[in-house]
Each structure stands twice: as C-alpha cells, then as structure tokens.
C-alpha cells in the first residue's frame, strides 16, 4: 500500500513529476510519431507513385518502338512489292509477305490491297480465310502505301498486329509489377477501352474512382502510340498502395513511443531522486508537528534548493516558538489587565446605574409638573373662585363646580397619558417622524389648532434613545401651545440639517407670544425643555415677542448615521 501510495501524484511531488514527465514524453512521442509516420506514409506513396509512372513510360516506350520497328518493317517489304505490282506479277508477293511474318511472328496476317480495295495476297498463321471478329480486340492493324519509285500508288500493305506479344514484352521489362499487390498495367485504345490488361478489365471503360492508383506513360516516350490515339497505364488498388506505408507509419509510431516510454521511465527515476531530499524536509516536519521530534527541523546535507528549505524552515519554526513563548506572556499580561478593567468597567456601571436614577428622577418631576402641576394649578384657581363666589354669587356655584370636575377629570387624564407614555416610547418603537405625525394629529382633533407638519425621510427615521427626548421635548412646546398662546395654526418641520450630519425639530404658532427674557416664577416648563435639551447634547432656541407668536429651535447632530443607536 506504501508502495502505491508513493505513486499518488496527490501525496508526492516526486510522483506529480514523475507524472507529469510520463505525460509528456508519451504525448510528444505521439506527436512526433504519428508526424513522422506520417511523413514517412506520403513519402512511400510518392515513391511508389514514381516507381508506377516510371514502369509505365519504359512500357510505353519499349511498345512504341516495336511498333516503330514493325511499321518499318512493313515500309521496307511495301518498297520492294511496289515494282512487282506494277507489272502485276502477284505470285511474287506472298514470299516475300511470308517472309515478313516469319520474322515477326505476332503479325498474325499480313494482306495486300489494289488501289481499288481488292485484296491480291495474303500471309498468315494458317493461311486460312481471316481472323473472326471476336477477336478484333486483341489485334491491331497497322498500314503502309504501296509507291512506285515514282510515286504512283498500286495498293496498300495491311498487317494484324497481334497484342500478346505486347503483354509479354511489358512482362519481361517489369517483373517487379506484383500481381499480388494488384499492380498492372494496360493499353487504352483512343476510345478509352482497355485492350491490353487484367482479364477483369477487358473490352471495358479505363478504370477510374479513387480507389485506383493511376499513373500514366507520358506522350513523349512514345510517340507511334501517340499518333494511333493509345496509351498505357499502370493502376494499382489504393489501400494496396498504401499498405505498405500504413505498416512502416505504425512500425515508426511505435518504436518512437517505446523510446518516449524509456525515457519517461529514467524521468520518474530522476525525479524521485530529485524530490527525496525534499521528503526527509516534510516527514521531519509531520514529527515535529505530531510532537515526536526534538523541536528541530532536519536539514539534508548539501547546498542546494533543498538545503535551503530545510534552513528556512527551520528558523522559521524556531522564531514560532519563540513568539508563542512570548504570545503566551503578552496574554497573562492582558488577561491582567483584562482583570482590572473589568473592575473598573463594574465600577463605572454602578455609577452609571445612580446616574440613570437621578435621570429617572428628574424626568418624573418634569413629567409631574407637565401634567399633574398645571391640573393642580387650574383645580387652585377653580376652589378660589369657588370661595368668592359662595359669599358673592351663590346661584353660580353649580356652573364653576362643573368646570372643577372637569379640570380634574383632565388633570387625571393627563396622568394617566403620562404614565402610558413613561411605559409606551412611541419614537423608539416607530420612529421620530411616524411618533409625531401620530401626536399632532391627536392635538388638532382636540384642540382645534390647525397642524402643518412636514417630516424628511431620513430625519423621520431616527430612532434612538435621544429621539425620545426630542419628542418629549415638542409635547412640551405643543402643550404651551394648547395652554397659553391662544393660536389658531401651527407649523411642525423635522428636517435634516445642511451638511446632512444632523437633523433639526422646528415649532412655530402663530400665538400672542411672550417676553422670552421676562422672569416665570413657578413656571418650570422652559427650563425643562433646556434641561432635556441639554441632557442629549441638543441646543434649544426659543424666539418669541409678544404678538408675534413663538418658535422653538431644536439642533441636534446625529452624525455618523441617522439610524444607528
């Protein structure tokens, strides 16, 4: 298993590069073998292509000179019959054609003509009547003019060439042409119809079709077939032609791969031998980390890139150690300090818990003397006037007593409204501008002042402790309003401020107003709005002249988000 698990190119550099040394030999041993088997399938083609076309002009060439040589022969035995059928003296033909055919014995007949097509001699093989038609394709006639030596033509001298010897000659000149192999060669007459060839093809169309290899004799080596309209060619099976070179593709494909597997096989030794260096590096460094080393790394001998890593390594580690040592004091240090903090933090709380008291305490007071002291103020007014009248107008006392009840009744009923509002923080639970779209809607209904109020987006969302206050703060303004302004309207703006890092809570009425700088004793409800101002870092203006209402100004930065507590 050890063994194979070294080969996993996953757990082994030396096997990655093994493996990758393997991959690489093996593909360009492919390429380079299907390229030169290639190379070498074209070249064997083209060469036996050239060795066809050169079988195929010596036969054309061997062919037109025998016919050249027999037409010459015909030439000769036309001149020396020329006088003898002038004076008509036929008996003295025959010999001499006889003679001819006896030395060419493929001509199979030789006959002679008068001008006037009648046939006066002829020589034969069997000195019988002419060959059958049937065989008209395995002959050919060749012709000559009888002339007088004046010129004057007697007749003509016609020879039936027989082609076998043609085929023997072709044979004897190339006995290379394997028949094996589906290499041979024809004659083609001028009609495209082979005469000379495998018997398959005889009395037929040439062959065509890219099945066949074709070469062709060139018209210059022979030039009496040329004139007659005949040529040769030599066909051969393509996938015979190329069988050959299909077997030496292979035969180079597979010794260039065998090569390219050799060599691949010295790289992966190579590289194992390489990468071993590096593995003493990571086996030190698996007993290091599992404990089971003496807290150093193993450093191969050498001066190499190997030799290197394990130094850098091992410094490394010992620089680790020596800032976990450290690490490891810095820590009791904080967890020290982390200590005294903690006291102090539990400290700070418990102040801040008192501050949070006293907080508590002076938001009671304000919202007492918000509710509670104005229904007390209006009860002391309604007993005094009560008392006058009981001595003065006693029949009045019903009518005032009904208004004592109801100044109680709203005395109680604000409250009741205070203590909801201590247990319920609208501006918390839906923001600062949904809280106080709700309360000034309630206000105008019950006190019939007109509101206009007009809320920012974003300054409508804010939803922190401090919006509370600031809505505590606008009740106040509104309850002044409702109590001793005597307006008929009143504009409400909450808006983001210029530089868009605040917001800004602007009231106005359109009331008597009042002399901002004139002393109120036991009216505490400005001083209130400062204090609650004050207590969220917000600044308060309040401008007022008497008969010129009053505007009350609250500023407050919220930066960096509007929505964030």
């Known amino acids: 298993m050890n063994s194979l698990a070294s080969l996993d190119p996953r757990r082994s550099l030396g096997a990655a590069v093994g493996w990758l040394i393997l991959a690489v030999s093996v593909g360009l041993a492919i390429i380079a073998g299907l390229w030169a088997g290639t190379t070498v399938r074209d070249t064997l083609i083209s060469q036996q292509r050239q060795r066809l076309e050169a079988a195929a002009d010596h036969i054309a060439t061997e062919l037109s000179l025998g016919i050249g040589l027999r037409q010459q022969a015909l030439e000769a035995a036309a001149a020396i019959l020329a006088p003898q059928l002038a004076r008509r003296r036929i008996e003295s033909v025959e010999p001499v054609l006889e003679d001819v055919r006896q030395g060419f014995p493929e001509m199979t007949s030789i006959e002679v003509f008068d001008r006037d097509g009648q046939m006066l001699a002829r020589a034969d093989a069997t000195s019988a009547a002419p060959a059958t038609p049937n065989l008209e394709g395995r002959f050919v006639a060749l012709t000559t003019q009888i002339n007088t030596a004046a010129g004057v033509e007697v007749g003509a001298?016609?020879?039936?060439?027989?082609?076998?010897?043609?085929?023997?000659?072709?044979?004897?000149?190339?006995?290379?042409?394997?028949?094996?192999?589906?290499?041979?060669?024809?004659?083609?007459?001028?009609?495209?119809?082979?005469?000379?060839?495998?018997?398959?093809?005889?009395?037929?169309?040439?062959?065509?079709?890219?099945?066949?290899?074709?070469?062709?004799?060139?018209?210059?080596?022979?030039?009496?077939?040329?004139?007659?309209?005949?040529?040769?060619?030599?066909?051969q099976p393509a996938d015979q032609a190329e069988k050959g070179a299909h077997v030496m593709e292979w035969r180079i494909f597979a010794t260039i791969l065998a090569f390219g597997l050799v060599?691949?096989?010295?790289?992966?030794?190579?590289?194992?031998?390489?990468?071993?260096?590096?593995?003493?590096?990571?086996?030190?460094?698996?007993?290091?980390?599992?404990?089971?080393?003496?807290?150093?790394?193993?450093?191969?001998?050498?001066?190499?890139?190997?030799?290197?890593?394990?130094?850098?390594?091992?410094?490394?580690f010992g620089n680790l150690t020596r800032e976990r040592r450290e690490l490891a004091t810095l820590n009791a240090e904080l967890d020290r300090r982390v200590a005294s903090r903690t006291r102090e933090i539990e400290r700070l709380a418990g102040e801040a818990r008192y501050a949070a008291q006293v907080r508590e305490r002076l938001k009671l007071a304000r919202d007492l003397h918000d509710t509670l002291a104005h229904s007390m103020m209006a009860m002391?007014?309604?007993?005094?006037?009560?008392?006058?009248?009981?001595?003065?107008?006693?029949?009045?006392?019903?009518?005032?007593?009904?208004?004592?009840?109801?100044?109680?009744?709203?005395?109680?009923?604000?409250?009741?409204?205070?203590?909801?509002?201590?247990?319920?923080?609208?501006?918390?639970?839906?923001?600062?501008?949904?809280?106080?779209?709700?309360?000034?809607?309630?206000?105008?209904?019950?006190?019939?002042?007109?509101?206009?109020?007009h809320c920012a987006p974003v300054a409508g969302r804010f939803?922190?402790?401090?919006?509370?206050?600031?809505?505590?703060?606008?009740?106040?303004?509104?309850?002044?309003?409702?109590?001793?302004?005597?307006?008929?309207?009143?504009?409400?703006?909450?808006?983001?401020?210029?530089?868009?890092?605040?917001?800004?809570?602007?009231?106005?009425d359109n009331g008597h107003g009042f002399d901002v700088g004139a002393k109120h004793p036991g009216h505490y409800g400005l001083v209130g709005m400062q204090e609650q101002a004050g207590l969220i870092g917000a600044r308060l203006e309040i401008r007022s002249a008497p008969g010129h209402g009053t505007e009350v100004r609250i500023s407050l930065r919220t930066a960096p988000d509007l929505g964030d507590e």
């Open 380 to 453: 002391l007014t309604e007993i005094r006037l009560l008392k006058r009248l009981a001595k003065s107008n006693p029949d009045a006392l019903a009518e005032e007593l009904e208004q004592a009840e109801d100044a109680a009744r709203h005395g109680l009923d604000e409250a009741r409204a205070a203590i909801t509002q201590m247990r319920f923080n609208a501006a918390r639970d839906v923001g600062l501008g949904a809280a106080l779209g709700e309360f000034l809607k309630r206000f105008g209904e019950r006190t019939g002042i007109t509101v206009d109020f």
């Open 157 to 235: 001298l016609v020879a039936r060439l027989d082609w076998s010897w043609a085929d023997a000659l072709a044979r004897n000149l190339h006995p290379e042409l394997d028949d094996s192999a589906g290499e041979a060669w024809m004659l083609v007459d001028q009609a495209g119809i082979v005469r000379i060839g495998p018997p398959n093809w005889l009395g037929r169309a040439e062959p065509t079709g890219k099945d066949l290899m074709r070469t062709r004799a060139r018209p210059a080596t022979s030039p009496a077939l040329t004139r007659m309209g005949w040529r040769v060619q030599v066909i």
């Open 263 to 316: 060599g691949a096989a010295g790289g992966l030794i190579i590289a194992r031998r390489l990468t071993r260096r590096i593995a003493v590096i990571a086996d030190s460094a698996e007993r290091l980390l599992t404990g089971g080393d003496d807290g150093h790394i193993a450093i191969p001998h050498g001066s190499d890139e190997a030799t290197r890593l394990g130094v850098a390594l091992d410094g490394l």
């Open 463 to 508: 939803a922190e402790t401090r919006a509370e206050v600031l809505f505590r703060i606008a009740e106040e303004a509104l309850r002044n309003i409702e109590r001793h302004a005597r307006a008929d309207r009143t504009e409400v703006n909450l808006r983001d401020t210029l530089d868009a890092d605040g917001l800004e809570l602007n009231i106005h």
